[in-house]
């Protein structure tokens, strides 16, 4: 299900390319599939997992879906030129980043957060979008939404 008027937001989306943050938290992959299904082409980096039968699982689920993958070394170039063409790129923004890290508030506390989402939005001028993704309780069914933010490099 969609909340609020996330469909239209997405399907406003379609061929212009944009860069969806979403928490760890909750249906990260859901969120990237849908995505996939409405040929929004989003685009994941991916640390592999040290076991090559959950790797492969998750390699082929996600390409299944319509995803493209990227090794996380030399990523942001190939996210750059994915988003030129039109594509999404899907990041995880609650990760405690290690090198050269922005604090910003998660949940009351000042965590350790990547630039890349700002940095890339800067860089091709699309559009972030926060995006989110929970499942019913006791269900099957997930509930998708999102907010499109106020570009960086639009502001003064």
């Not at 689920?61 to 988003?83: N, S, Y």
């Not at 989110?132 to 502001?155: D, F, H, K, M």
Request: hydrophobic share 40%.
């Amino acid at each position: 299900a969609f909340e609020g008027d996330t469909r239209q937001v997405l399907e406003s989306l379609d061929g212009k390319g944009a860069i969806f943050m979403q928490g760890h938290l909750g249906g990260f992959e859901v969120f990237g599939a849908i995505l996939g299904q409405m040929k929004l082409n989003p685009g994941f980096t991916m640390r592999s997992p040290t076991n090559v039968y959950v790797e492969r699982r998750l390699v082929n689920a996600r390409q299944g879906w319509g995803c493209t993958l990227w090794k996380r070394h030399g990523a942001v170039r190939k996210m750059m030129g994915h988003l030129k063409e039109g594509g999404s790129v899907v990041l995880a923004s609650d990760q405690n980043a290690h090198r050269n890290p922005i604090f910003v508030p998660w949940f009351g506390e000042l965590a350790a957060t990547e630039r890349a989402a700002a940095s890339l939005a800067i860089k091709t001028d699309a559009p972030v979008v926060v995006s989110w993704s929970y499942r019913a309780v006791g269900g099957t069914r997930w509930t998708i939404g999102c907010q499109v933010l106020e570009n960086p490099s639009n502001q003064g």
